[in-house]
């Protein structure tokens, strides 16, 4: 494998941990913002949506800018938009100050995250083996590390500025130093874009928006209602209902570093569904759990099967449209919103109207939707691994060492 591929994988992956500890910094100190900036409990849902809808809108813009703009430089000047945004987020003096940190957040983040996963996409193919779990593991991490800075702000009371301008300070340089090795990859050629003739067909990536929805419902029920679920369900102390989402995070963080192993070994479509398999297991654990500790023990199991779940939705769009992959993730890309404004008011609703031990059922039963598009992850035309991998090549695209 060339020097060009190993760099261009490396920086992307930093990346991904830039991006994970961004958003993990945002998201984790909703609280203090709201204090900061005295916003009404009415009033939040109305910031908290507006991010997911305008990075919606920023994901539609970059299927139209990459015509004309390499991904890799969309990502080198979307990525400090979002670290200085978090820092405006943080540093503001009045509520309009806030709303349009937050916009420009929004958009930058649509744009971020499209890009991000159609370069890792691209070097997907340029490895000829399954890498994209890799760079979400990385995301993991730098979730974990980001959640972790937050706590330590929150300890230690420290101003939100105070808390975000380190972070920003040494990443925001860090990104567009390594920004310098992103590797853009070349569009498939003609023989193998099939009968998708090059373009995308919404009925035939339809299947990958669900599942892309339903991942991301699961997701955002952990991140929105594990703390509450286990305190106020479970029973639990308010010091170990903060641990479900810790004890998710770093279950999807191993997963993900495991799991590339698992698709080039048994193939995609095997890794999504069992997957999807404890995922749902997860949840029916939490749903019937008599107490904390099962509760934490389907938490974990959520980890370990909803992580696998998103990056192999990105790299199926990559095989079943390799001669328009970017448009097409950056389609599927929405959907990631789509489930995350979708999933917690969902989860909320049915607690407050029926009960939150229900209320569980409804994602695992979404997850296990998923079993029924398990075959719109085949290998098209490769299956990568095990004795299927394709030829490692030496073309890797476009460097993009220029601005």
């Not at 900036?37 to 939040?44: P, R």
């Not at 699961?218 to 029973?235: I, Q």
């Not at 390799?322 to 609703?349: E, T």
């Not at 939707?369 to 073309?395: C, I, K, M, N």
Request: glycine share 12%; aromatic share 10%; proline share 4%.
């Amino acid at each position: 494998m060339t020097d060009v591929l190993r760099r261009g994988r490396a920086s992307l992956a930093f990346s991904f941990f830039a991006q994970g500890a961004a958003f993990a910094l945002l998201v984790t100190r909703i609280p203090a913002i709201q204090n900061r900036y005295g916003i009404s409990d009415a009033l939040l849902p109305v910031f908290l949506a507006a991010v997911p809808i305008l990075a919606g809108a920023g994901s539609v813009t970059t299927e139209q800018l990459v015509k004309r703009i390499p991904p890799s430089r969309l990502l080198r000047w979307s990525q400090p938009v979002v670290l200085l945004a978090l820092l405006g987020a943080g540093a503001g003096g009045d509520i309009a100050e806030l709303a349009v940190a937050l916009g420009v957040f929004g958009l930058a983040v649509g744009a971020l995250d499209a890009s991000m996963n159609m370069l890792g996409v691209s070097l997907q193919r340029s490895y000829g083996r399954s890498i994209m779990l890799s760079f979400h593991a990385s995301y993991s991490l730098g979730g974990i590390v980001g959640a972790s800075l937050a706590w330590v702000g929150a300890h230690w009371q420290l101003a939100l500025w105070v808390s975000y301008l380190p972070v920003v300070a040494v990443l925001l340089p860090a990104t567009l130093v390594g920004s310098r090795w992103y590797v853009d990859g070349d569009a498939a050629p003609v023989e193998a874009q099939g009968a998708t003739g090059g373009g995308v067909v919404f009925k035939l990536l339809l299947p990958l928006c669900l599942v892309m929805t339903f991942a991301y419902i699961g997701d955002s029920t952990v991140s929105n209602w594990s703390a509450k679920y286990l305190k106020d369900v479970l029973g639990s102390s308010e010091q170990l209902a903060t641990v479900p989402y810790n004890v998710y995070m770093v279950t999807t963080l191993v997963g993900r570093a495991l799991g590339d192993f698992g698709v080039r070994r048994f193939g995609a479509v095997a890794v999504v569904r069992l997957g999807a398999l404890v995922a749902a297991g997860g949840f029916a654990v939490v749903a019937s759990a008599p107490g904390a500790w099962v509760g934490m023990l389907g938490f974990t199991l959520l980890g370990l099967g909803l992580c696998v779940l998103v990056p192999q939705t990105f790299a199926a769009a990559g095989r079943l449209f390799p001669g328009a992959s970017d448009a097409a993730i950056a389609r599927l890309n929405i959907f990631n919103y789509v489930g995350f404004l979708v999933g917690s008011p969902l989860v909320g609703a049915l607690g407050d109207a029926w009960s939150y031990r229900g209320a569980m059922l409804v994602p695992m039963v979404l997850v296990l939707v998923t079993l029924v598009y398990a075959s719109s992850f085949a290998a098209q035309p490769d299956r990568y691994g095990g004795g299927h991998e394709r030829p490692r090549t030496a073309d890797v695209g476009r460097g993009s060492n220029g601005l």
